[in-house]
């Protein structure tokens, strides 16, 4: 398992880039524009972690900024923690052994979503490609919010 990011919401993009690259100093490594979600992730790292070469597995910053406004009251702007793992079947199979709802299954074989009891919400990231597509996850409906 690794440590991946920290998703925060943040709720403007030009005072949010301005505050973390050029005043706090974390340097922007990689950009996804979601057009179908209406959305844009912003990955920052810090200029010591950044690694050389073409994958940067330095521990990042991940910004999420929602095109369309949202109120983020009552914590909504923190979004989750993430890490890597070997095979998120198991590793949420482990989980489920142990009574812990997996609130966004990985019926893609990737990403699956759980929350600890005070309700942080956890990414789990499959390590490399993701995993053959398999039962009972395919079917796995999401639980709640995460
Ligand atoms: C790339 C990977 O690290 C992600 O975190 S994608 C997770 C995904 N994010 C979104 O859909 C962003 C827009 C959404 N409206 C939001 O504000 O989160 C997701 O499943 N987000 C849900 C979450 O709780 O993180
Ligand atoms: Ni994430």
């Not at 209406?38 to 940067?56: M, N, Y």
Request: hydrophobic content about 35%; glycine content about 8%; some cysteine.
């Amino acid at each position: 398992m690794r440590y991946l990011h920290t998703m925060v919401r943040i709720k403007d993009l030009d005072a949010s880039l301005d505050f973390y690259t050029r005043i706090f100093g974390l340097t922007e490594v990689r950009r996804i524009e979601n057009e179908k979600g209406r959305f844009t992730l912003i990955f920052l790292a810090a200029p010591e972690d950044v690694e050389s070469g073409t994958s940067v597995k330095a521990p990042l910053l991940e910004l999420t900024y929602n095109w369309d406004t949202e109120d983020y009251q009552g914590g909504r702007n923190f979004g989750h923690l993430a890490y890597e793992v070997d095979n998120i079947y198991e590793f949420c199979q482990q989980l489920m052994d142990q009574g812990i709802t997996i609130n966004r299954p990985p019926r893609d074989g990737n990403m699956a979503f759980v929350k600890s009891p005070d309700g942080i919400s956890f990414e789990l990231l499959q390590k490399g490609p993701a995993l053959a597509p398999a039962e009972p996850w395919v079917s796995m409906q999401n639980t709640g919010s995460w």
